[in-house]
């Protein structure tokens, strides 16, 4: 039985959905996990060396992971480094269907991770996110519905759209 911490970012609940969903799935197979928000890691205080795997996941949003949570692998990268771990992003870009632009997508990713990372990810999962229009002001409406344009996606602003492949 392995100890496993997974530390998420999710600013509109998809990722921390995903997060909970990877740890059921990670519970079932018998291992012990914990589950911990950033915004209440000051209160948990994850002892990171107590585990075997650390799993860390973000929203992409605007390229970048959630600042909050690039902040905390950076100020552990000495820690983090040596240890076994992985990184799941939850982006848009993920459900599209065209094999060509989710890898252009990943290498883009992974570009912009070594510039806000001090730690590098050899295992990056793209997840494909949800699109809640019913969250967002008219500005990231407007946005979203340009990028679910560009996607493939639903640009129905009338209901909320989930694209993750449970």
Same mark, same amino acid.
């Given at each position: 039985? &392995? !100890? %496993?911490?997974?530390?998420? =970012? ?20 018998? @291992? &012990?996990?914990?589950?911990?928000? %950033?915004? *209440? /890691?000051?209160?948990?205080?994850? $002892? ?6 650390? $799993? ?5 949003? $605007?390229?970048?992971? @959630? +600042?909050?949570? =690039? &902040? ?21 870009? =993920?459900?599209?269907? *065209? ?9 883009? %990713?992974?570009?912009?991770?070594? !510039?806000?990372? +001090? /730690? ?10 949800? %699109?809640?229009?019913? &969250?967002?002001?008219?500005? $990231? ?14 640009? *129905? ?10």
């Amino acid at each position: 039985m &392995q !100890k %496993i911490l997974i530390l998420y =970012a999710s600013k509109q609940g998809q990722a921390e959905k995903i997060a909970h969903a990877i740890a059921g799935h990670i519970f079932s197979l018998g @291992d &012990q996990i914990t589950l911990i928000n %950033i915004n *209440d /890691v000051d209160r948990e205080k994850p $002892v990171l060396t107590s585990f075997d795997r650390l $799993v860390f996941g973000s929203s992409i949003y $605007v390229g970048k992971i @959630d +600042k909050a949570l =690039a &902040q905390f692998i950076n100020a552990n990268a000495g820690v983090i480094s040596p240890m076994p771990r992985s990184l799941f992003l939850v982006l848009m870009a =993920a459900a599209t269907t *065209d094999t060509q632009r989710r890898e252009k997508s990943l290498t883009e %990713i992974r570009r912009n991770m070594s !510039k806000q990372l +001090k /730690v590098h990810f050899p295992e990056i999962e793209m997840i494909a996110g949800a %699109i809640k229009y019913s &969250q967002y002001n008219w500005l $990231v409406k407007w946005m979203m519905k340009r990028i679910a344009r560009k996607e493939g996606g639903s640009t *129905d602003t009338s209901r909320d759209h989930e694209y993750t492949d449970w």
